[in-house]
């Protein structure tokens, strides 16, 4: 689950040790797959391609899975593969505002899908551009703050097309241009700066702050939709504060 906010960096830490694992090799997957199918097999020659297959190694996906899906994405296989990005837009509870990222071979399938988790887990679903505006592309970097300040990570990355760097509980994001990502996280290895992620996301303008109950049924809502083999992203202006976050950790 991708987002800016407390919640995002507590399911993360969660999703690391859990059976969304799966899930996230899925997801791993089906990218390097639409790389390949864009712009062939040959890694060296396909950055989009590079840079799914860094991140699957990043994350402990077998080599031989990696493998497949190339051949597989590149048409090598014989299977054809043909995925479409479609993205829904949901208002959740306490006013807010949720972008669902699909990728899928089969539009009326996740269509009905993901409407349907939305209207049973409590939220509904938004009319085209009604949420997207208030979200706009960036490129994401997160990184353990270990013994850094805000000032050591900016003088790094702020050469490189940096626009700011935020405090986000134990870590600190960078938001940069979806095109200078790259160079930003260049200029990290460079300075010698270990990071955990680095995606192009879309970061709301704006955080709205969820109470205790409020945040318990968005996290039912973001649950479910993840839970889809089509779902991608799920992107949120939901915000919960240190409180909020130890009281549903209480209850798990």
Request: charged content about 30%.
């Amino acid at each position: 689950m991708a987002g800016h906010s407390k919640w995002a960096t507590t399911k993360h830490k969660k999703a690391v040790i859990d059976a969304r694992r799966a899930k996230s090799f899925a997801k791993l997957i089906k990218n390097i797959e639409v790389a390949a199918r864009a712009g062939g097999a040959d890694v060296s020659g396909n950055p989009a391609l590079e840079l799914a297959v860094q991140k699957a190694k990043k994350t402990s996906v077998p080599n031989d899975n990696i493998d497949r899906a190339i051949k597989r994405g590149a048409g090598l296989t014989g299977e054809s593969i043909d995925y479409q990005e479609i993205i829904y837009e949901a208002r959740g509870p306490q006013g807010s505002a949720l972008l669902v990222e699909c990728l899928t071979d089969n539009k009326n399938r996740a269509a009905s899908e993901v409407r349907v988790a939305i209207t049973r887990n409590g939220g509904t679903v938004a009319d085209p551009g009604s949420v997207s505006y208030m979200f706009s592309r960036k490129g994401v970097v997160n990184l353990p703050k270990k013994d850094l300040t805000e000032d050591d990570v900016l003088m790094a990355v702020l050469d490189a097309g940096a626009e700011e760097v935020k405090e986000s509980g134990e870590n600190f994001e960078i938001h940069c241009e979806p095109t200078d990502l790259r160079a930003v996280v260049g200029a990290l290895e460079e300075a010698g700066i270990d990071y955990d992620t680095d995606e192009v996301e879309f970061v709301p303008s704006m955080d709205v702050e969820l109470d205790l109950d409020a945040a318990r049924k968005f996290m039912k809502l973001a649950d479910a939709l993840e839970d889809l083999d089509d779902v991608q992203n799920v992107y949120s202006n939901a915000d919960l504060s240190d409180e909020v976050v130890a009281a549903l950790e209480a209850e798990d």
